[in-house]
Nanobody
Framework: QLQASGGGLVQAGGSLRLSCAVS????????VGWFRQAPGKEREGISR????????WYADSVKGRFTIFSDNAKNMVYLQMNSLKPEDTAVYFCAAEIAPGSEWELSQYEMDYWGKGTLVTVSS
C-alpha cells in the first residue's frame, strides 16, 4: 500500500515536499516512482528511486529542481520540489515496482502498486 501526501497551493518559485508512505511490503527489493498528471494530459513519470541502492532518475522537465530521497527506516519516499512553475500543476502519484533493477526505466505500465494522488497547484 502506498499513500502520497503533501500537495497544496504554492506560488511560482516556491517549494513543496511530497511524501509517499510505503506499507505492507514483506520485501525490500522495490523501487518507488513519482508520476504526475495534469488536466487533459497523459500521466508523466518524473522521478524514481531504487530502495536497495538509492539509484535515482529524473525526467528532463524536473531535473535540477526536484530531488527524490528515501528514509528506508521509516519506509518513506519524498519528492522535494523547488522552483515550482505553473506547468508543474498536476495530481502527483507515487507507485512501486517490485524488483526493478538498479537503473530501471520508469514506466507507468510496469508499476505494481499505486497510491492515490495528491494535488499540487502552482499559481503564477
Amino acid at each position: 500500500q502506498l499513500q502520497a501526501s503533501g500537495g497544496g497551493l504554492v506560488q511560482a518559485g516556491g517549494s513543496l515536499r511530497l511524501s509517499c508512505a510505503v506499507s505492507g511490503f514483506l520485501f525490500n527489493d522495490y523501487g518507488v516512482g513519482w508520476f504526475r498528471q495534469a488536466p487533459g494530459k497523459e500521466r508523466e513519470g518524473i522521478s524514481r528511486i531504487n530502495r536497495l541502492d538509492g539509484n535515482e532518475w529524473y525526467a528532463d522537465s524536473v531535473k535540477g529542481r526536484f530531488t527524490i530521497f528515501s528514509d528506508n527506516a521509516k519506509n518513506m519516499v519524498y519528492l522535494q520540489m523547488n522552483s515550482l512553475k505553473p506547468e508543474d500543476t498536476a495530481v502527483y502519484f507515487c507507485a512501486a515496482e517490485i524488483a526493478p533493477g538498479s537503473e530501471w526505466e520508469l514506466s507507468q505500465y510496469e508499476m505494481d502498486y499505486w497510491g492515490k494522488g495528491t494535488l499540487v497547484t502552482v499559481s503564477s
